[in-house]
């Protein structure tokens, strides 16, 4: 399995761009990236998944570079209810021997008035 | 509501109990994952099924064990409880055996006196 890096924390102001970004050196040809969203004791919350170049919802954007060794999880215009801690996740979706669906240690973002 | 269902939602026990931890998956998911989060601690692999089959296994204490029933519904049993089992239990389901996104219930809170 591809090991993830993050950082620790981030702290950021409401209403600016928050951009996270996800070491995956080790990423293999058919792994994906995921990023979820956990609020205290809460479940993750799945945010935004890809493959390559870039991916938007109405949540985020996903940017990954050619060589996919890392990948970066933008966040626009934070609130305050984005304060919480995101993961970084890279494993093979087409897996049908089962994923273990391992999370790092997340980066706990902080946004503040 | 992400629609998997865990119960009960708190459970306070003693050292040297045993507990059984109940996890419903969304309708038509046939994955189910086990996750153990301690206070202020990462999310912890402990294992996962699909289809009624053990598929991956994480750092899953002996005196833990889990199965999945034909109606797809999951227990994980914690035997044997010490106090250092305090923690959050997370269960998640996807469609799939691999790590496409997953849906995270509102966890058990063990609480072991």
């Known amino acids: 399995l591809a090991k993830t890096t993050q950082p620790i924390s981030m702290d950021s102001y409401e209403g600016q761009e928050v951009n996270i970004t996800c070491s995956h050196n080790?990423?293999?040809?058919?792994?994906?990236i995921t990023w979820y969203q956990q609020f205290p004791s809460q479940g993750p919350r799945f945010i935004i998944q890809?493959?390559?170049t870039k991916v938007t919802n109405e949540v985020a954007s996903l940017f990954i570079p050619a060589d996919r060794k890392s990948s970066t999880l933008s966040l626009p215009r934070v609130s305050l209810s984005d304060t919480a801690v995101y993961y970084c996740?890279?494993?093979?979706?087409?897996?049908?021997?089962?994923?273990?669906?391992?999370f790092g240690g997340g980066t706990r973002l902080m946004v503040k008035p | 509501d992400s629609g998997v269902t865990q119960t009960p939602k708190h459970l306070i026990t003693a050292t040297g109990q045993r507990v059984t931890l109940r996890c419903s998956p969304r309708?038509?998911?046939?994955?189910v994952y086990w996750y153990q989060q301690s206070l202020d601690q990462g999310l912890q692999f402990l294992i996962q099924?699909?289809?009624?089959?053990?598929?991956a296994k994480g750092n899953i204490l002996e005196r833990f064990s889990a199965q999945q029933f034909p109606d797809l519904h999951s227990e994980l049993n914690l035997s044997s409880l010490e106090l250092g089992d305090s923690a959050l239990y997370f269960c998640?389901?996807?469609?799939?055996?691999?790590?496409?996104?997953?849906?995270f219930g509102q966890g058990t809170r063990l609480t072991v006196v």
């Open positions: 998640a389901s996807s469609v799939a055996p691999g790590p496409i996104e997953a849906f």
């Open positions: 080790n990423i293999a040809t058919n792994d994906y």
């Open positions: 890809g493959y390559k």
């Open positions: 996740l890279v494993g093979d979706t087409h897996n049908n021997a089962g994923n273990m669906l391992t």
């Open positions: 309708s038509g998911d046939l994955s």
């Open positions: 099924y699909y289809n009624g089959e053990e598929r």
